[in-house]
């Protein structure tokens, strides 16, 4: 039985993203996101004018809900040290990394979104080298702390699920005080 009612187009991308991070990139197909939706093409059709547009707003839609949002969220904080702990808190408590790797892997061989992937984490490693440049650090202790932070939150997905929401930011908190002490 088909759904009745029309589904956003944000309702799409959060499905398709899911599919990406638990199924796969092979799964990522017209065919399997109108079975998964309980719908017909021409609901997909009603949002997406092609897969390549599909495919750009996906990108796009990851990119403002996994990050530009957050960094604008995080602009009124100024204190670095406190913005940089917030945001990590916010990255665990909402899981905003389970979508990378995946992403990162697609955006790999699907050309139409490689550029917009690479743009988006080179952004966030942008935003990351201000923040510990704010916080006092340069050179190659900057750098490493910027790597240490983008390599760890995009495995932090995979890496604690088992712990409680208290035991993640408690690790959180070792993590920030880590990375913010000379």
């Given amino acids: 039985m088909k759904n009745k009612h029309r589904l956003s187009k944000e309702a799409w991308l959060e499905k398709s993203l899911e599919i990406l991070a638990v199924e ?13 939706m309980g719908v017909t093409k021409g609901s997909f059709y009603w949002h997406f004018k092609t ?22 969220e995080l602009g009124s904080i100024s204190d670095p040290a406190k913005r940089l702990l917030k945001l990590m808190q916010i990255l665990s408590e909402k899981n905003h990394s389970q979508f990378d790797i ?13 550029k917009k992937v690479q743009a988006v984490f080179d952004a966030r490693m942008e935003f990351l080298r201000s923040v510990f440049r704010e916080i006092g650090f340069k050179g190659d202790e900057l750098e490493m702390r910027v790597h240490t932070m983008v390599f760890f939150q995009t495995l932090e997905c995979c890496q604690y699920t088992k712990l409680s929401k208290a035991n993640r930011l408690d690790y959180v908190k070792l993590r920030h005080k880590m990375l913010i002490t000379p």
């Fill in 51 to 72: 897969r390549a547009d599909f495919i750009i707003c996906l990108v796009e839609y990851w990119a403002d809900t996994h990050t530009q949002s957050l960094v604008k």
């Fill in 102 to 114: 995946s992403i990162m892997n697609w955006g790999e061989y699907e050309s139409v979104a490689k």
């Fill in 24 to 36: 796969g990139a092979r799964k990522l197909t017209i065919d399997h996101l109108v079975k998964a």
